[in-house]
């Protein structure tokens, strides 16, 4: 992960004449009321199709109508939230792969397979979205709490609409199901259940800093007990 946060807004300038900042408000209220029932049709639409999908048991007719859903669906919901163009590169012109070879492909990871391993940090829902939109990954979230040194080793493996849950509320954890990263990596594989994933921060963070990795990703000596606002 570069720390580099796309979604993270830009610093506001605020008009100091008080009737501009009126009437921003004012305009920022309509776009708002024009907004809402599209993106609310929007989500409903995706949670829908997801659900329906899950339904079905043949992995290799599931997976290609998933990725039909999330790249339409979460697409459309980013263009509503005011995202009309999302670039997408290499952050260098040229980058060597793990295999040794240039990868200069588009977009990044094009190529990521269901049991593709993929770690990146996050900051709101909205890269969420995107990442869904880009692979529709099975998400793995480190326990921020775990009870072992066993337990600290595995991951809740969670959908879409669970990161966004997960996300906005942080709930408490289900150690329960938690599984280890080579089983759930295995899951993903063996069911198309698309690329596994990882946010090691384990929470989002709302500053634009890198939080500390909790294991198994990272998790060096002292940090793994670091305490969680």
């Known amino acids: 992960?570069?720390?580099?946060?796309?979604?993270?807004?830009?610093?506001?300038?605020?008009?100091?004449?008080?009737?501009?900042?009126?009437?921003?408000?004012?305009?920022?209220?309509?776009?708002?009321?024009?907004?809402?029932?599209?993106?609310?049709?929007?989500?409903?639409?995706?949670?829908?199709?997801?659900?329906?999908?899950?339904?079905?048991?043949?992995?290799?007719?599931?997976?290609?109508?998933?990725?039909?859903?999330?790249?339409?669906?979460?697409?459309?919901?980013?263009?509503?939230?005011?995202?009309?163009?999302?670039?997408?590169g290499w952050e260098q012109k040229k980058v060597v792969s793990a295999r040794g070879k240039a990868d200069q492909g588009w977009p990044p990871c094009g190529d990521a397979t269901s049991g593709t391993l993929l770690v990146a940090n996050s900051c709101s829902y909205l890269d969420i979205l995107y990442l869904s939109f880009r692979f529709s990954p099975t998400y793995g979230v480190p326990l921020r709490e775990a009870s072992s040194a066993k337990k600290q080793q595995c991951l809740v493996p969670k959908g879409l609409f669970g990161m966004l849950w997960d996300v906005a509320f942080s709930p408490k954890q289900d150690e329960s199901q938690a599984v280890p990263v080579a089983d759930l990596v295995a899951r993903c594989k063996a069911s198309s259940l698309g690329p596994l994933c990882i946010l090691p921060e384990g929470l989002t963070s709302h500053e634009g800093a890198m939080l500390p990795f909790l294991?198994?990703?990272?998790?060096?000596?002292?940090?793994?007990n670091t305490a969680w606002p």
Request: proline share 11%.
């Open 1 to 88: 992960a570069t720390g580099i946060m796309p979604f993270m807004p830009a610093k506001v300038l605020v008009p100091k004449n008080p009737l501009l900042r009126m009437l921003r408000g004012l305009v920022s209220l309509v776009l708002i009321t024009l907004r809402l029932p599209f993106l609310l049709a929007a989500v409903l639409l995706v949670s829908i199709n997801s659900l329906l999908i899950s339904l079905i048991p043949i992995p290799f007719l599931r997976r290609p109508l998933q990725r039909l859903s999330d790249v339409i669906g979460c697409r459309y919901i980013l263009f509503i939230l005011g995202f009309w163009w999302i670039s997408a």
């Open 215 to 224: 294991p198994p990703v990272g998790g060096a000596p002292g940090l793994e």
